[in-house]
Every structure is written in structure tokens, then in C-alpha cells.
């Protein structure tokens, strides 16, 4: 509605012979300059008996390339810093640096895509670190576990039915050093690689270092992907968990549209009409005006293939957990039968479209971006998707709250205070 | 041919622009602060006011009332202010911290008519509604309760109270202390601390011509009054160097060890934060290389120097499996020694220097951060002279001077130590 015209994220893009696709998104109102690459492997790749795998993989992308030994010392020696991250669907690294020196940032990621060092030791101790990591973030914390419990009872098939960390410790502390040589002669070359740098750079500048550090490696082919689809659920499935946590909570889950389907967007505003903010139904009506939640959210896990619309909800004390339960099909059932107001949809927009102006005032956020929706099908979408939501009506949301929000199709846990 | 074993030419960050902030000042005296940068649209308006009258017995009394800001007017309900917010795009906070207490507004420019007006309801008209302070007392309470389960904040908090005491900069809360404010509590602070004469406007965004006569046309008018004192800060640490908490079903230990230091006012400030980057404040610190990248006792070890207004401190923050909480401790003891024993490596430190500079650059990304580098050395007593100093003395300073500070701020028997799980 209003920020949009001002708010386009220009960029070019070229693919080199060996299939690596680049995008350019020039910004010089910064003296930094950002290397992106996205691998197109996540999660969901991973063979069920080494779950965890694409995240562990991750973590050993730090420890030495092939010509290089060290990785992060070179790029903090000019100045840069970078990390990454993993998800059910891709794995993505980053660099910010001066723009002077970008070159380094092609050096060294160009020898970590020709070859890792593949060195024992640094196996040794990242299989360490994420076992720590998997501790600190699932085990040792309060509901810190019931994404690892919740997954496998919404997915039946997908893969999406374990998390990035993993099922089980015992999965990657029996990770092998051919394990990992084999995920990466697979995964990491140029085709299933998006590029994307971004800053004070310009297109000719990054189509000579691009032809000069990451030409000469050698394409590989593009894994085929044959992922099993997720049957349309037609039973509610329960469960209980019980553990040391101060309050009684439940999550309720229902599949919803992958992230280019239709409905996608019409999902994503239902959420923010439920819980964005203070001014939102969850919480007027079930926080504010009616005690039974001290917290309670509405949000999605959007991802490639089937994801999950989320309802999670912290109990008050004295709360009766089916009378909870009844007061979130309440709203669930309104949003049903009722169109919203014009008002209330307006608003939900309006937010959406500024969120992502603000957003664009990052320039690592710009270029992950352009990333994802090159993943997704196309760069250009960073400008376009908008209208997706721009266009979704009162009786759009109506009929795709019937679509998402059926009993036979929810999954629900009660994860209770022992 | 390619040498892919050898690192491309680099150079060296030379020159770091600051967008300076314009001083205005408002018909009621209000100081406003501009930072005029940037291309979208877009601005960001902070209201911050400094926190007066620290007392033990209601210790949430400036957190909440903070807060609360945003939970009725007398002509608007809380709904109402989210949703007139929600309506234009717009974002609001309340913030709070040991110093000061803020509200700040991001708005797209062309509805700040529209939006700007909500803000000064806020801070003008809040009437603290008992129902829905209530929801919020028992709500935070309920959130307390889940981080009381947590071993990290555990560790922050019993790290906190050994540093400073029950001071402001110490204090704990207790899930009790949720049960002794009330609205006329929170209206009396209220008027203590959001006037005029506590406030500064710190703008930053692509500013129009416009925009500082629409704040003065809405906040110049706003009755002034007298300033009140400043908070006296004195605090009393722990006279126990060693807060252990055991947790029998832990799988990790959540350690916390540091001391009171100074804060950025002081001269060898900047030359701390150069030994402390060294020590656990980039990845490649030698806390992460010896305790994570070399041993895998963690999934991530860092050391920080905290600059409050009347005081500063360092500490040094991780989580490691129980089993090696010990092996852990050793290992920190002696990479503090080793900075107090050993010079620096040369290469190191050109590596820590350039390090720093990058991060310095990178770290000024658009108008907001600009203005939060204005507010690091404003509320300081600081001008923009401590950022010529600073980028100087990371292109000076010798492994002797970094030595020197190791031996006069540290002291690893001194520090505090507090691990929360196993050992």
C-alpha cells in the first residue's frame, strides 16, 4: 500500500560455466561489502540414520580448505567477520568485510568449495562443539526439547520429521570422516551453489574476481532430490510430554502451504491477525481481556515443502488445560466463520510491507534475501513477493483458515509441569 | 596460474566517516539530537530519560513504570495504541536498562503526523490501568519463572549480585517483588522521571525540513520542571570470590567470572577493550581457540567490558558439558595469565588491530547505528574526539602497554567466580 515503490532491491545476476549462479546488488551508501553463498542442502537431505549431519557438516566448512589451513584467521586479519547457519532446506554462509578487501573473501570461499582439509581433528572437536550446542540449546533449557519431540509427530514421511541439530546425540558423535569427504563431494560445487555479493562493489569488478577464483572449479552435477510428500493428515494426533518446566503449555500444530505455493501468504497474515502485537485476537482475548495465558503465540515455520503453522501457548497457573484448549479453537473457529474487518487486514499488511522496508536497510539482510528467493525460484521475487500479500481479501484469509484449521488435521502436545 | 595459498593484497581500514549529530533544542529546552543519514524513508525517534530514585524495596518500580508506557492513556486503551501503531507500519518500544529508560518510535516519514501524536500520549498521558497491570505483573512473573530455570540466568543474575550488591547495577528480582507496586507507585515515578528536563530526542533517518517543528510543535510545549538528582550509585560486592550453585540434573555448568572496572570515561578504557578482544572478544579470541576450537568444551566462550554510567565491569560468559566445568576454569586461569606473563605476538595483534577497525567500519551500517555511536559517548560526558582516540590507540598500542593493563586490571584470584551446574 505504501512503501513499496520506494523500497526495490536492484541487483544483476550472471552464471558462470561451471553453473555457479552470482547476483550483484550494488549499494554504495556503505564503505562494507558482503560475500553470500547458499547451499542448496539442508536437513532434509540427510540419510534418516545420520540425522544432524548437514549442520555438523556446517560447523567442519571452518575447519581448513584445501590450500588454506585456517579460515577465520585470514579474514579477520582484513577486517571481516562471517558465520552460518543450517535449516531443514539450505545451508548459508556469510562474510562482511571493508569492500577493499573482497578479494579475500573469494579466495577463501572459492578453496573451500574446490576442497575442504578434511582433517581428523577438527572432526574430533566439532562433533564436541555440537554436541554442546545440542545440549545447550535442546536439553539444558526449560521446553527446550519440543521441537525434538513435535517434528516427528506432525511428519510421518517428509524429512522434515527430525530437526537441524538432529534426532539423537549418537548420530553425530558416530559421524565418520568418509561421511563427511562423501556430503561434500554430493553437496558443495558450483551448480548447487547461489552466489551473492553485495555493497560498495561493482558488477565488473565481481564478474573478474568471480571468473578468476571460482571458474576454475569444476561444477559437479546438481544432486536429484526425490523427497517423499507428506500424506494430508486425517487423524488429530495428541500427545503429553511431562518435565521440570514452572507451567503447563501447549502447542498445537497444523500443516500449511510450502513457501511458493498458494495460500502461503494468506497463512503468514492469519498468524500476524492472531498474534502480532498487542493489539492482536490471542492476546486482547486470551491474555488481556481473559486470563488463561501468561504467553501465548501464533506463528509459521515456513519452509520449502509443507510447513507448519504453530499456535504455542504458557498456561496460567489454575488454568484448566482443556478449557485452554477450547479457548484457542474458539479463536481458530472465528477466523472460520467471520471475514475480517478491513481494518484488521489493512493493518496486518501495512506492518508486513514495513517490516520489510526496515529489513532492507541491512544490507546482510538484502543479500541473504536475494539469496533465498533465488533458491526459491527467482531473485526478483524480493521485489514481487509483496503483491502476494498485497492481494490476499477478507475472504481469502476465511477460506484458508477452513483449508488449514480442521481437528482431523492438528497435532497437539501438552508439554505439562511435573 | 592461481596461487590459492597465498592470501590477496589487502588493506588497511584508514578512514572511518562518523555522521555527526546537529544539536536543536525545543521551545521547553528539550536538547534534540539529528542524525541525518541514509535513503529510505524511514526515521527512528528515541525519547530517553535518565532513571532517578534507585529504592531496594520496589526494586521494579522504573523497569515496570517503563513498560507500562505503553498500556493506556487517558483517551487511548492499550489496544488502541498497538493497533493505530500496527495501522501506519510503525513500530514502538519501551526500553529499559540500568542507566536510563526510552521510548522509541520507527516510523515511515509520511505518517508521523499520524504516528508521532501516539508517542506523546505515552509519555504524556499514561494513567498505568489496574487490570492491565495486573496482566502484566502476573505474566512477568510467569516468565521469571522460566528463566529461574535457566543456568545461564542463574549465572548472570548471582554474577550481577556478587559484582554490585543490591544496587540498581546488582540487584536480582525476586519473583516477591512482582507483589509490591501499585498504580500510584507507578504514576509518583512516572512524573519523577518522564519531564522535560529529564528527556533527550535522539532522531536518526533521512530527516525531512519538517520533523524537528512537528516534535516541537507536539513536545515544546510539554510543561517543563525541575531536574532531580542523579541516582548515588555506591554498591558493596560480594566479600566471596566463588558462587557455586549446584544443580544435580545439570548437563551443563553456565560459568560467569569477572570484576567491577572501569567504565568509558576512563583513559586505558580503550586499551581494556584491546586486551579483552584478545582474550574472548572476537572468534578468534584465545578463549574460543583453546577452549572451543582446540578442546570442545562448549559451543561458544566470550569475554566483554560493560561501560554503565557510573561504573564498568568485565566478565567473561560461557556454558560447558559438566563434566569438563573444572577442566574449563583451569583453562581460563591461564589464558588471564598468559596476557600478564607473555607479550602478545606481533602478528596477533596487527591481526586483532585490523580486526577491530573492520568491525568499527562495519558496525555503522545506517543512520540508527550512527546515532547509537552518539549516544555511547553523549550520555558520557564524551565527544566525537574519543572515536579519533579510539581508532588511534587500536593503531598504536604495543603488546608492553596491553601487558601493563593485564598486570594493573587483573587478577584472576580477585575475580568473582560464579558456575551454576556441576563440578
Not at chain 2, 342 to 347: C, K, N, R, S, T
Not at chain 2, 384 to 389: A, G, H, K, L, Q
Request: hydrophobic share 40%.
Amino acid at each position: 500500500m505504501f512503501a513499496r515503490k520506494i523500497f526495490m532491491v536492484q541487483f544483476e545476476r550472471f552464471t558462470l560455466e561451471n553453473g555457479l549462479r552470482v547476483l550483484v546488488h550494488e549499494d554504495h551508501t556503505t564503505p562494507m561489502a558482503v560475500l553470500n553463498i547458499l547451499y542448496d542442502v539442508g536437513a532434509r537431505d540427510e540419510n534418516p540414520e545420520q540425522t544432524g549431519f548437514a549442520h555438523l557438516f556446517e560447523h567442519l566448512m571452518f575447519g581448513g580448505s584445501v590450500n588454506i589451513p585456517s579460515y577465520d584467521e585470514p579474514l579477520q586479519r582484513v577486517g571481516g567477520e562471517n558465520n552460518a547457519f543450517t535449516s531443514n532446506d539450505m545451508t548459508n554462509y556469510y562474510i562482511t568485510l571493508p569492500a577493499a578487501n573482497l578479494e579475500t573473501a573469494f579466495w577463501l570461499e572459492s578453496d573451500r568449495m574446490l576442497s575442504l582439509a578434511f582433517s581428523e581433528k577438527s572432526l574430533a572437536v566439532q562433533r564436541d562443539v555440537v554436541c554442546e550446542e545440542f545440549k545447550q540449546r535442546y536439553l539444558n533449557q526449560p521446553y527446550g526439547d519440543v521441537w525434538l519431540k513435535l517434528r516427528p509427530l506432525v511428519y510421518k514421511e517428509h524429512p522434515y520429521k527430525w530437526a537441524t541439530i538432529g534426532k539423537e546425540l549418537s548420530h553425530i558423535e558416530d559421524a565418520k570422516i568418509e561421511d563427511v569427504k562423501a556430503f561434500f563431494k554430493k553437496h558443495y560445487n558450483p551448480k548447487n551453489a547461489i552466489m551473492v555479493v553485495g555493497g560498495a562493489v561493482n558488477l565488473e569488478d565481481v564478474k573478474k574476481l568471480a571468473e578468476k577464483w571460482f571458474a576454475p572449479i569444476e561444477g559437479g552435477t546438481k544432486p536429484e532430490r526425490n523427497l517423499p510428500n507428506e500424506p494430508i493428515q486425517t487423524e488429530e494426533v495428541k500427545a503429553t510430554v511431562t518435565a521440570d518446566v514452572p507451567t503447563n503449555a501447549i502447542y498445537k500444530v497444523f500443516k500449511m502451504p510450502g513457501r511458493m505455493e498458494d495460500g502461503y501468504a494468506a497463512t503468514d497474515l492469519i498468524s500476524d491477525i492472531l498474534s502480532q502485537g498487542k493489539s492482536s485476537r490471542l492476546y486482547q482475548n486470551l491474555v488481556q481481556q481473559n486470563a488463561v495465558f501468561c504467553d501465548i503465540n501464533a506463528y509459521i515455520y515456513g519452509s520449502i515443502d509443507t510447513g507448519m503453522f504453530v499456535v504455542e501457548g504458557r498456561l496460567l497457573p489454575d488454568v484448566e488445560m482443556g478449557y485452554a484448549e477450547e479457548c484457542i479453537w474458539k479463536e481458530l473457529d472465528f477466523l472460520k466463520s467471520q471475514t475480517v474487518l478491513a481494518d484488521e487486514l489493512t493493518k496486518v499488511k501495512n506492518k508486513y510491507e514495513s517490516t520489510k522496508a526496515f529489513g532492507e536497510m541491512s544490507l546482510l539482510d538484502k543479500a541473504m534475501n536475494l539469496a533465498f528467493y533465488e533458491l526459491f525460484g527467482d531473485a526478483n521475487l524480493i521485489n514481487t513477493d509483496i503483491e502476494n500479500y498485497l492481494k490476499v481479501s477478507a475472504e481469502d484469509i476465511q477460506a484458508q483458515a477452513n483449508t488449514l484449521f480442521k481437528k482431523e488435521a492438528a497435532t497437539t502436545l501438552y508439554y505439562l509441569a511435573k | 596460474m592461481l596461487n590459492r595459498a597465498q592470501q590477496p593484497e589487502f588493506k588497511q581500514v584508514e578512514d572511518i566517516n562518523f555522521v555527526k549529530a546537529t544539536k536543536h533544542e525545543l521551545a521547553n529546552k528539550i536538547p534534540v539530537f539529528e542524525i541525518n543519514a541514509g535513503e529510505q524513508d524511514l526515521i527512528r525517534i528515541e525519547f530517553i530519560f535518565q532513571n532517578r530514585g534507585w529504592d531496594v524495596k520496589k526494586p521494579l518500580l522504573p523497569g515496570v513504570t517503563n513498560s507500562m508506557l505503553t498500556e493506556g492513556t487517558h483517551s487511548l486503551s492499550s489496544a488502541q495504541i498497538a493497533s493505530k501503531i500496527d495501522y501506519y507500519g510503525a513500530f514502538f518500544q519501551t526500553e529499559y536498562s540500568q542507566d536510563q529508560s526510552s521510548l522509541t518510535l520507527y516510523s515511515l516519514n509520511k505518517y508521523l503526523p499520524q504516528t508521532l501524536p501516539i508517542i506523546k500520549e505515552m509519555l504524556t498521558g499514561s494513567i498505568f490501568p489496574e487490570k492491565e497491570l495486573k496482566t502484566f505483573l502476573r505474566n512477568q512473573k510467569q516468565k521469571l519463572k522460566v528463566g529461574l530455570e535457566k543456568n545461564s540466568v542463574l549465572a548472570r543474575r548471582a554474577f550481577g549480585e556478587a559484582l554490585f550488591g543490591d544496587s540498581l547495577y546488582g540487584y536480582a528480582t525476586r519473583l516477591s517483588d512482582y507483589d509490591k507496586l501499585d498504580r500510584v507507585d507507578l504514576s509518583a515515578y512516572y512524573k519523577e522521571v518522564y519531564h522535560p528536563a529529564n528527556c533527550t530526542v535522539v532522531m536518526s533517518g533521512k530527516i525531512e525540513s519538517s520533523t524537528l517543528s512537528l516534535i516541537d510543535e507536539l513536545f515544546g510545549t510539554w510543561d517543563n520542571s525541575e531536574a532531580v538528582d542523579a541516582i548515588d550509585m555506591t554498591y558493596q560486592s560480594s566479600l566471596e570470590k566463588l558462587h557455586y550453585t549446584e544443580k544435580i540434573d545439570a548437563l551443563q555448568s553456565a560459568i560467569r567470572i569477572g570484576i567491577p572496572l572501569v567504565n568509558r570515561t576512563h583513559p586505558d578504557f580503550i586499551g581494556l577493550q584491546i586486551l579483552n578482544t584478545a582474550l574472548g572478544g572476537y572468534f578468534g579470541s584465545r578463549l574460543m581457540a583453546n577452549i572451543r576450537e582446540d578442546k570442545g568444551y562448549t559451543y561458544g566462550i566470550g569475554s566483554g567490558i560493560a561501560s554503565l554510567q557510573q561504573a564498568g565491569y568485565f566478565f567473561i560468559s560461557t556454558e560447558v558439558g559438566v563434566d569438563v566445568t573444572a577442566a574449563t576454569l583451569t583453562e581460563i586461569e591461564k589464558e588471564v595469565n598468559l596476557l600478564k606473563n607473555e607479550l602478545i605476538a606481533d602478528e596477533e595483534l596487527a591481526l586483532i588491530k585490523n580486526y577491530m577497525m573492520g568491525s568499527l567500519l562495519g558496525s555503522l551500517e545506517n543512520a540508527f547505528s550512527h546515532a547509537d555511536k552518539f549516544k555511547n559517548i553523549h550520555f558520557f560526558g564524551l565527544g566525537y574526539d574519543y572515536y579519533e582516540r579510539y581508532i588511534q590507540t587500536v593503531k598504536d598500542i604495543s603488546p608492553q602497554k596491553l601487558r601493563d593493563l593485564a598486570n594493573r586490571y587483573w587478577d584472576y584470584d580477585a575475580f568473582y567466580k560464579v558456575v551454576v551446574g556441576k563440578m
